[in-house]
């Protein structure tokens, strides 16, 4: 009989030790990453592009030029707007939940304009847009670079890539 309690006691610890780990490790991810480059929230972060020693982006591509914005909808929706390059290279738009899950995403190969503005509100307002799964995440543009050319029209991309809270006329 103590055999049974003993274990009954270590799967539940487990399963306990489980269930809070899966429910604040994304917290401790978004409250490291602002650690490390503490912008304010609906704030883009450039990077460059990465190599062996960059440490901001979980397993970096070496390929890829990352845009980020650590976002919060609490308060007020958000205007995202940009450009995508033509066809010729490749660009994606990622929107994230506060646990780390895609909840939008598209890119430039695949039915989105050339010039985007994209809507992110907390619930459907009758305004089209993408609904946030929650109030807090991350948006994550990832642009192809594969040579000199593409590098420049990366950087270019990035400052067009714009957060903005809408308009007293738009809300």
Known sequence: MKIIVR????VLIVATVQHLFIAFVPDIIFAIAQYRKPQP????????????????VVLPNPDFIYSACFYNVTEND???SGEFPDTSQYCSLAFYDNTCQPFFVSNNLHG????????????????????AKSNRGVILMRILVTNAAQAANAKRIQTKFKVNVPSTDER
């Not at 929230?41 to 901001?56: E, K, V, Y």
């Open 7 to 10: 274990v009954f006691l270590f």
């Open 41 to 56: 929230l609906n704030t883009i972060i450039h990077a460059t592009q990465p190599d062996a020693q960059m440490r901001q």
């Open 78 to 80: 958000l205007i995202i």
């Open 112 to 131: 989105m304009a050339k010039n985007y503005t994209i809507r992110l509100k907390t619930y459907n307002k009758g305004q089209h847009g993408v609904v």
